[in-house]
C-alpha cells in the first residue's frame, strides 16, 4: 500500500487497525523520497505497535508534516509512559534506521505518561 498509494493511505490504514483511536493528520506533499517514506511508516508502526501493547493509552495522535527539506513525524499517546530506547528493542532498531538516514529519533514518555516518540527525516527532492 505504501508504494502505490503513499504515505497518507499506508498511515491510515495502520491507524484502523490499531487496538485504540488514532487521530491522523498528514501533509507531505510533495511525496518524500521513497526510503524516507518508508522510514516514516515504520516509525508510526512501530509506535502505534507500542501503544497497543504497552501504553495502556485511551487514544493516540499521528502527525507526519514536510517543512521544506525535513519530514517530521510525531506520534503521542496518553498511557501510562515508561517506553524507553533500551538494546534490542524495538524503539532502538527504529532508532538505528532513522539515524542510517541522517534523522533523528526522540521517545519523550516520563512516568505517568503521555509518550511522545518523534522523528526528523532529511527528504530533499
Sequence with gaps: ???DRGLDAAVSGLAERCPVPVAVDIDVDPRPPGAIETAA??????SLTNVGK??????AAVEIHRDGPQLSIEVRDDGHGGASRTPGSGLE???QRVE???????IASP????????AELPCAS
Design 93 to 95: 532498531g527504529l532508532a
Design 54 to 59: 504497552h501504553a495502556g493509552a485511551r487514544s
Design 111 to 118: 512516568p505517568g505518561g503521555p509518550t511522545i516518540v518523534r
Design 1 to 3: 500500500m505504501l508504494t
Design 41 to 46: 511508516y515504520y516509525v508510526v508502526a512501530e
Design 100 to 106: 542510517a538516514l541522517d534523522g533523528s529519533l526522540t
